[in-house]
Structure formats: C-alpha cells, structure tokens
Nanobody, 123 residues
Framework: QVQLVESGGGLVQAGDSLRLSCAAS????????VGWFRQAPGKEREFVAG????????YYADSVKGRFTISRDNAKKTVYLQMNSLKPEDTAIYYC????????????????WGQGTQVTVSS
C-alpha cells in the first residue's frame, strides 16, 4: 500500500515558479513509478510528467516540456514537480499517482492517488 499527499500549490502570476511535492508512505515506495496529472474545471484529467522508480527515466507532456521538471528522492519518499514559466493554462488541480512498473500516461494505469493540490496562475 502507498499513500500519497501533495503539497506546494498556490496562487501565482504568469511567469512565476512553483514546486509541488508528493510525499509517500509505504516501505516499497522506491519500487513505484510516479506520475503527475492535472485536471482543470470541465476538462479531463491529463498526464503532465512521469518518473521511473529510480529516477533514471522521465517523461513529459508536450505542453510542459522545457518548463516542468520531475524528480524524486527515494530516501525522503518524495517526488517533486518543479514548474517554471507558469501560464494561465497551467491552472488546475495537480495530482500525483503511483504504479508498480514503468511510468504510464493513462491515469487508469495508476493504483494510488493523492488528494490533489490546487495551482492557480493569474495573467
């Protein structure tokens, strides 16, 4: 079992940065791939970024490539999402999710989810 808690969201202006954290509990967290997803009002949940269990492989949606960076510290059982050059269209609730195996872009492939953290970017 893995429990996930996101933090770090907030209200920022366009061009600002935020770092989201996803803190995990569970002794086997280091065996899980983690993905960040987001969901804006009235829209489907979408993949943002993913990272393999050892941090050796990372994946990004085209919309955030070059602006967002996913990383993890297995000793701290935490995965981070550094978000730079934020845009109003990045406004959403951001969720982290974990799955055993390789990262995936489909939300249905993840077994564990956090409660989400709100990110609002004003223009």
């Amino acid at each position: 079992q893995v429990q996930l808690v996101e933090s770090g969201g907030g209200l920022v202006q366009a061009g600002d940065s935020l770092r989201l954290s996803c803190a995990a509990s569970g002794r086997t967290f280091s065996s899980y791939a983690v993905g960040w997803f987001r969901q804006a009002p009235g829209k489907e949940r979408e993949f943002v970024a993913g990272i393999s269990w050892d941090g050796g492989s990372t994946y990004y949606a085209d919309s955030v490539k070059g602006r967002f960076t996913i990383s993890r510290d297995n000793a701290k059982k935490t995965v981070y999402l550094q978000m730079n050059s934020l845009k109003p269209e990045d406004t959403a609730i951001y969720y982290c999710a974990a799955r055993f195996g390789a990262p995936a872009q489909r939300s249905a492939e993840y077994d564990y989810w956090g409660q989400g953290t709100q990110v609002t970017v004003s223009s």
